[in-house]
């Protein structure tokens, strides 16, 4: 196809129809990741068919065949800020329900990026492509619209083996050879990938293609650890096999070949080390209603077969340092089977099968940490099964764990905020009673207790031990401190907890105390009094090495 098919710079349409964007799969897509500032996916439209193509292999349907239809880009263009001072990925399509395809091939390509650089004048736009339309005119054309980054994806050197791996010719197969010296001639900076596969090219290929794209002037090299799904037919299956040591060998052999030389494996086996393992245990040991406000009691940690080996180490190790315990279970990808292994290809479905394993392992779980990974910005999967299905069917509360250590409540009552004149009673409650403790008026603090034994963060204590306990806890608290923060939350018509924080002598950590209030007649009294240490600021922040 000629440059000048793929787009003159002028719009076709004489006028532009209705915009329908709520049946745009582009825009649809664009909502569900969360709207993404960098992303700004046009095309669905391939002109190659990899051996490795993952949209054969999918275990549910993936639209493919449409170009974005410019009305749609010129509506997302609107909604993004102008502000946005990162690159654009216009090849990428998340969370992954639309195929990737060739952008260069859009009939207004050109149109569209004069509307992108009309609004993003210095940004950095990033295309992925195998390089079969870059002969000169389009490369000449395309550099007018620098800063650009093109990644290449390049798999043989060898024209009959490009056209074997692509399922395209040999013509094609030049052009995208050719391409990177004019990329380097015009300027454009380029990275390349290889998706290795020995038993077509073998290693001796595979090297030579890695040291072209060096000398060519790529930035770096990333290494996609070919994929195949329990769809890929038998004979297909056993083309593309690479095993996993024989890829990270390569690797290796690479970097002391290029020293200095970015090698990227995919997928990247180092990122569950910055999970704040240690951060979300500390989450773990705070706020269970069923404990009155302390730990989880047994706490289910699900992890994809890909990060499961460091999950499992890192849990491990913390779990020593907590009171409460913690199990890791690797979850199978029964949904696309074959070699996949990473979280964010997982479904509902397989967190179901490994959960109802997990409870049969270990009944007392009273939490399950699921990665947000897998789910989009309404908390769907690949298939649009909602998260909440997870508890719903394990019933058992479930957080969605992010990246940086928060999480989400995936389902469950939560607290109901109070009205202001009834929370008015319970804040002289409290004034009463650290009043009376300070001046250890002990009757007066009991007549605020709906019956002893009463229940504490010691246990279940009688009259007589309370003075006690009270003594010893607040004696935790930094002299003459007040309330940092305090909390009212309604459990149900006649139940109240309030949430405070307190400072101790030491300003990196704290003290939790908890009151819950039961109306009795048309009263409100104390049924529970709880003292917890808040995690301290180091804690919290720490990170796995």
């Not at 479905?349 to 997990?358: H, I, N, R, T, V």
Request: hydrophobic residues 40%; contains cysteine; charged residues 25%.
């Amino acid at each position: 196809m000629g440059a000048n098919k793929r787009g003159n710079g002028r719009s076709q349409e004489k006028s532009a129809p209705p915009l329908q964007m709520e049946g745009d799969p582009f825009f649809q897509e664009w909502l569900a990741a969360g709207q993404p500032p960098e992303q700004l996916s046009i095309s669905a439209v391939c002109n190659a068919r990899c051996l490795f193509c993952s949209n054969r292999m999918n275990p549910f349907p993936l639209k493919q065949n449409l170009f974005r239809k410019i009305e749609d880009i010129k509506l997302q263009l609107s909604l993004v800020s102008a502000n946005h001072s990162g690159d654009i990925y216009m090849s990428d399509s998340l969370p992954g329900r639309i195929s990737e395809g060739e952008a260069f091939l859009h009939p207004q390509f050109f149109e569209i990026l004069t509307l992108v650089r009309e609004k993003f004048l210095t940004n950095v736009l990033h295309f992925t492509t195998n390089a079969s339309l870059l002969d000169e005119p389009f490369v000449r054309k395309l550099a007018q619209f620098r800063p650009l980054e093109i990644n290449i994806s390049l798999h043989s050197t060898q024209p009959r083996l490009w056209g074997q791996i692509f399922r395209s010719t040999q013509k094609r197969a030049r052009i995208a050879l050719e391409s990177l010296s004019l990329l380097k001639k015009h300027h454009i900076a380029f990275t390349g990938t290889i998706v290795p596969l020995p038993r077509v090219c073998g290693w001796d290929d595979l090297e030579k293609t890695f040291a072209f794209l060096v000398a060519q002037g790529a930035q770096s090299v990333i290494l996609w650890w070919p994929g195949f799904s329990k769809k890929t037919p038998a004979a297909l299956r056993k083309d593309i096999a690479c095993p996993w040591e024989e890829l990270q060998d390569f690797a290796r052999r690479m970097e002391e070949k290029f020293p200095g030389f970015p090698v990227i494996p995919q997928p990247n086996g180092s990122e569950p080390r910055r999970l704040p393992i240690k951060k979300i245990m500390n989450y773990t040991l705070l706020g269970n209603l069923k404990t009155f406000g302390g730990p989880f009691q047994e706490v289910l940690w699900l992890a994809s077969e890909a990060a499961y080996p460091e999950i499992s180490r890192i849990v491990d190790e913390f779990a020593k340092t907590v009171p409460n315990k913690h199990h890791v279970l690797s979850v199978k990808n029964r949904s696309y089977g074959g070699n996949i292994q990473v979280s964010g290809l997982l479904m509902v479905k397989d967190f179901l099968a490994a959960g109802k394993e997990a409870l049969e392992r270990w009944p007392a779980t009273d939490l399950v940490l699921v990665p947000k990974m897998p789910f989009d910005a309404f908390f769907r999967d690949l298939q649009k099964t909602p998260a909440f299905k997870i508890p719903e069917t394990l019933e058992r509360t479930t957080w969605l764990i992010f990246d940086n250590g928060d999480f989400q409540p995936l389902k469950g009552r939560g607290f109901v905020r109070p009205d202001q004149d009834v929370k008015g009673a319970w804040e002289r409650i409290l004034k009463v009673f650290d009043q009376s403790l300070r001046e250890q008026r002990w009757d007066a603090l009991s007549s605020l207790v709906t019956a002893f034994p009463i229940q504490t963060s010691a246990g279940l204590l009688k009259k007589a031990a309370f003075p006690a306990f009270l003594k010893r806890e607040s004696s935790r608290l930094a002299p003459g401190a007040s309330v940092e923060r305090r909390l009212f939350e309604r459990l149900d018509d006649r139940r109240v907890l309030c949430i405070e924080d307190w400072p101790t002598a030491d300003p990196s950590t704290g003290v939790s105390r908890w009151f819950f209030f039961r109306k009795i007649g048309n009263d409100w009294k104390v049924e529970g009094i709880f003292f917890g240490q808040k995690p301290s600021l180091r804690e919290s922040a720490d990170a796995p090495p």
